[in-house]
T-cell receptor, first 118, second 112 residues
Framework: DAGVTQSPTHLIKTRGQQVTLRCSPK?????VSWYQQALGQGPQFIFQ???????QRGNFPDRFSGHQFPNYSSELNVNALLLGDSALYLC?????????????????FGSGTQLSVL | GNSVTQMEGPVTLSEEAFLTINCTYT??????LFWYVQYPGEGLQLLLK?????DKGSNKGFEATYRKETTSFHLEKGSVQVSDSAVYFC???????????FGKGTKLTVNP
């Protein structure tokens, strides 16, 4: 049973460019959340997708956008990259109907995409 | 707002030493509390959880007790192993928020 897979694992971009990161959720999961983990910091919630719609969003600018496909996979897009966007981007999946007792215990994280903006 | 504060790292211990990583939180209502672990090159893994006051979460020899009076959730292990070397994150989920708020993480290195 494959877990959460993310691609690519590493990416180098220059300021002003656009980037797309991809995530395939764990088999059977229907909800995808994205987190940004800057160096030396804890992950910060970007947004969450369910039924192909953004259900909830953290404190990130509109340059960060996403998409969820009918097969539940998801993309994170970042436009007009800034140096400060350099970070590890983590995808986490879960199953909507399993959210009893807290989401935190139901989340499965991928290994992340390391984005470097030069 | 909701926030988590962890003790600053890095922490370096010898094998079989006692481990404590402090975590305090600020949150409205009654959040669920978690410890996640991140091994090098891997994603975050849930280590243990507690969903209400006085609950004790435990897993793999690690323990943490949800202390509402001190708003704390300190991680402890009686005897660490080299394989415990990783980054540990304390996190909270405010009821119904469907998102996690993490601390900055504490890097633990255990030497043989």
């Amino acid at each position: 049973d494959a877990g959460v897979t993310q691609s690519p694992t590493h990416l180098i971009k220059t300021r002003g460019q656009q980037v797309t990161l991809r995530c395939s959720p764990k088999s059977g999961h229907d909800t995808v959340s994205w987190y940004q983990q800057a160096l030396g910091q804890g992950p910060q919630f970007i947004f969450q997708y369910y039924e192909e719609e953004e259900r909830q969003r953290g404190n990130f600018p509109d340059r960060f956008s996403g998409h969820q496909f009918p097969n539940y996979s998801s993309e994170l897009n970042v436009n007009a990259l800034l140096l400060g966007d350099s970070a590890l981007y983590l995808c986490a999946s879960s199953l909507e109907t399993s959210w009893t007792g807290g989401l935190g215990e139901k989340l499965f994280f991928g290994s992340g995409t390391q984005l470097s903006v030069l | 707002g909701n926030s988590v504060t962890q003790m600053e790292g890095p922490v370096t211990l010898s094998e079989e030493a006692f481990l404590t990583i402090n975590c305090t939180y600020t949150a409205t209502g009654y959040p669920s509390l978690f410890w996640y672990v991140q091994y090098p090159g891997e994603g975050l893994q849930l280590l243990l959880k507690a969903t209400k006051a006085d609950d004790k979460g435990s897993n793999k020899g690690f323990e943490a007790t949800y202390r509402k009076e001190t708003t704390s959730f300190h991680l402890e292990k009686g005897s660490v192993q080299v394989s415990d070397s990783a980054v540990y994150f304390c996190a909270l989920e405010r009821g119904g928020s469907e998102k996690l708020v993490f601390g900055k993480g504490t890097k633990l290195t255990v030497n043989p």
